[in-house]
């Protein structure tokens, strides 16, 4: 009965694994999105990320109104969101990560810019 229960409890703790790999961990996309940088913040209660929204450009229609087409990341790297914050305000390509679920001491968001592919300054 005891080593029944011993190969239970394994592959219920293995399938737990596999759920919070492929969850939290796995890399379900990469690519690569552009627009003008809105912000990023560094904030957080217990972990703190760097938060970030690009405005993209277009528009989407939604139930009669007009809105802009907003990417809302995180981002690991701190020389990447030190980059982005003194350079808010001008056109980024940046790449990212996208996971199924985000983690608080990753970020708030499942899209996660871990590099700049390029910057062009907006002259205004």
Do not use: C
Not at 50 to 62: D, F, L, N, P, V
Not at 80 to 85: Q, S
Not at 93 to 111: C, I, Q
Request: charged share 20%; no cysteine.
């Amino acid at each position: 009965m005891r080593r029944h229960l011993w190969k239970i409890i394994l592959l219920l703790a293995l399938i737990l694994s596999l759920f919070v790999y492929f969850r939290y961990y796995w890399v379900f996309g990469t690519g690569a999105k552009s627009g003008e940088l809105n912000f990023v913040v560094h904030k957080g209660y217990l972990f703190k990320t760097y938060e970030g929204k690009m405005i993209q450009t277009g528009i989407r229609s939604q139930a009669g109104s007009f809105q802009s087409l907003e990417f809302l990341f995180s981002v690991e790297d701190p020389a990447v969101a030190r980059t982005l914050m003194a350079n808010s305000g001008n056109q980024f390509n940046l790449h990212y990560r996208e996971y199924k679920g985000a983690l608080p001491w990753r970020g708030m968001s499942v899209f996660v810019v871990d590099s700049i592919i390029s910057m062009e300054k907006v002259n205004r």
